[in-house]
């Protein structure tokens, strides 16, 4: 495989973990100033793998290695649809990352600006689908929409387990109250969010396939589509039994439920983790029915 390639697909894989992180800890909406200190730090990540890819995108372009296809990043910007969803989407993360450290310093004013930052993200996931194979059909296509919500679906899906497992665990752990109340908007926040990734991801899968089960095991890409399937297929069951037996023991004060309910969570955002990787993978592959 071309290695600028394999470095698109690794900076993208960077890209959407810290995507998914940022969007999931803005809706979670858990965790005070640790979340917004996850959000920012997670912005931070996502804009420096932006400014990465733009080379490498550019070199892909134009046929040259990294460092020969600077001086044609002028013109990638200016006169290509990939320049101009890089730029919108560039845009739109900056106004995100200072909408979240605004957070920081302005107590009384934090909803709102968590608000921006998710109004922001949006765009950011707009522009990330003009850049995919779902843009093949023009900018505001029903693909190219569907896939939108797709993003935000997944990223908000994904980034609430990983930020819940990891960066605002101490929110979780333990049997009080607020702990309490903090897994349960975690699993109306997840339930929801997969419910949408699963319906869009379906209509993704249908148009990728152009229709037909046969690429599944005919192509690359039906292969990564399988693998990624397998991957969310696990995160399911990991949140299907943490939701229907963890969780109701954890809510009546359980602490032993509520270490086995951690204990899964973080295994379902390893899981979710490789699913972002996969997503990565596909979106840098060319599908079993191109456009």
């Known amino acids: 495989m071309d290695p600028l390639v394999v470095a698109q697909m690794t900076l993208g894989a960077i890209a959407d973990i810290a995507f998914a992180l940022a969007f999931g800890a803005s809706v979670l909406a858990v965790g005070g100033v640790s979340r917004h200190r996850v959000v920012y730090l997670a912005l931070l990540a996502w804009l420096a793998m932006q400014v990465l890819n733009l080379p490498l995108q550019a070199g892909a372009m134009t046929g040259t290695s990294f460092f020969d296809a600077m001086p044609a990043i002028p013109l990638v910007l200016e006169h290509s649809h990939f320049g101009l969803m890089w730029t919108?989407?560039?845009?739109?993360?900056?106004?995100?990352?200072?909408?979240?450290?605004?957070a920081f310093h302005a107590t009384a004013r934090r909803t709102t600006s968590a608000a921006r930052v998710v109004a922001a993200l949006i765009v950011v996931a707009f522009a990330h689908a003009g850049t995919t194979h779902a843009a093949d059909a023009g900018d505001f296509s029903a693909a190219e929409?569907?896939?939108t919500v797709h993003l935000l679906a997944t990223a908000g899906w994904a980034g609430a387990?990983?930020?819940?497992?990891?960066?605002l665990?101490?929110?979780?752990?333990?049997?009080s109250e607020q702990s309490?109340?903090?897994?349960?908007?975690?699993?109306?926040?997840?339930?929801?969010?997969?419910a949408i990734a699963i319906a869009t991801g379906l209509a993704n899968a249908y148009r990728g396939l152009g229709g037909s089960?046969?690429?599944?095991t005919t192509s690359l890409w039906g292969g990564l589509l399988i693998f990624?399937?397998?991957?969310?297929?696990?995160?399911?069951?990991?949140?299907?039994?943490?939701r229907l037996v963890h969780m109701k023991h954890t809510q009546a004060g359980h602490t032993r439920a509520a270490a086995a309910f951690m204990r899964l969570l973080t295994i379902e955002a390893g899981l979710m983790i490789l699913v972002l990787i996969a997503a990565a993978v596909l979106g840098h592959s060319i599908p079993a029915a191109p456009g």
């Open 88 to 102: 919108i989407g560039t845009a739109a993360g900056v106004i995100a990352l200072f909408a979240s450290l605004f």
């Open 145 to 147: 929409l569907i896939h």
């Open 161 to 167: 387990v990983i930020c819940a497992a990891f960066p």
């Open 169 to 175: 665990r101490r929110w979780f752990v333990g049997a």
């Open 180 to 194: 309490r109340a903090n897994v349960t908007r975690l699993s109306q926040i997840a339930a929801l969010t997969f």
């Open 213 to 216: 089960l046969a690429p599944l």
């Open 228 to 242: 990624k399937l397998v991957a969310v297929s696990g995160a399911v069951l990991i949140g299907a039994v943490n």
